[in-house]
């Protein structure tokens, strides 16, 4: 076998590895796939050189880059839960009259694959393919809610720095946690301001049969709409999250 088989395996290990834990040091990468140190980083080097993988000099962390997200998208575009979720988002937009999004939690970031608007619609950052911070979106905490404990930590280490936007969300993994085991508890996410100040967003997640979420529906209305329509924007979102849950199975 030549030397570039093992190679190309170890390199989709290396992938598969920031996939499930996010950004980490080459040391760690090194040592939790029981690679030597050298070829680690030579291997690095060349995903980094092509876009499969992203160095972050000031945290001296490597994850996933540009490449690797632009295969994920394109399987997921073609994946069942566009061809599932599509429907399901034409119904609720149509219902609420508010924009709908269908997104994906990838390691700490949610992806939007799916959007639909009503014929009024509102400018909002997020769009097919975008990524945002999972801990911000409505959609990427619905997800994170319904994560085992080990998983959850495994993308959230202790002290891990969460980014912000406007000033508004949670600080720290503590005040993440609380956060969403109160949306666990009520069974849907709400934002307000976190992403856009203006913007408020209603999410709840969409799980298969052994009850792992696969995708959250989310609705979003301008900030100064929401608190006359958060009862009917809950409810619309909890049934159409039901329905996908229900085909997905």
């Known amino acids: 076998m030549s030397e570039r088989g093992p190679a190309l395996s170890v390199g989709l290990d ?12 080459a040391a760690t990468i090194a040592r939790r796939l029981g690679h030597p140190r ?20 000031d ?21 069942r839960l ?17 924009t709908a999004q269908l997104g994906v ?14 014929a009024r619609s509102i400018p909002l950052v997020t769009d097919v ?13 619905a997800l994170l809610a319904r994560l085992p404990a080990v998983e959850f930590e495994a993308i959230y280490p202790a002290g891990t720095p969460l980014a912000d ?4 969300g949670p600080r720290s993994i503590a005040a993440l946690r609380r956060l969403i085991a109160r949306e666990r508890t009520t069974g849907v996410a709400i934002e307000q301001g976190y992403v856009s100040v203006d913007i408020a967003s209603v999410a ?8 792992r979420p696969q995708a959250a529906v989310t609705v979003s209305v301008p900030s100064a709409d929401f608190a006359g329509r958060r009862t009917a924007l809950v409810d619309a979102v909890t049934r159409a999250a039901s329905e996908l849950s229900a085909r997905l199975r």
């Open 165 to 168: 936007r406007t000033g508004r």
């Open 82 to 98: 566009e061809r599932l979720g599509r429907p399901v988002l034409a119904r609720v937009a149509g219902a609420t009259r508010a």
């Open 59 to 79: 945290e001296r962390t490597y994850g996933l880059g540009v490449a690797a997200f632009e295969i994920g998208t394109a399987y997921l575009r073609q994946d």
């Open 204 to 211: 709840a997640a969409a799980v298969d049969r052994r009850g």
């Open 129 to 141: 393919g975008v990524r945002l911070p999972a801990h911000l979106t409505a959609s990427g905490r």
């Open 105 to 118: 939690l990838l390691g700490a970031e949610v992806v939007y694959l799916l959007k639909q608007e009503p």
């Open 38 to 57: 050298s070829s680690t980083y030579h291997l690095l080097s060349v995903l980094v050189e092509n876009g499969f993988v992203t160095h972050y000099p």
């Open 14 to 25: 290396v992938l598969r590895l920031l996939a499930a834990t996010g950004p980490a040091p």
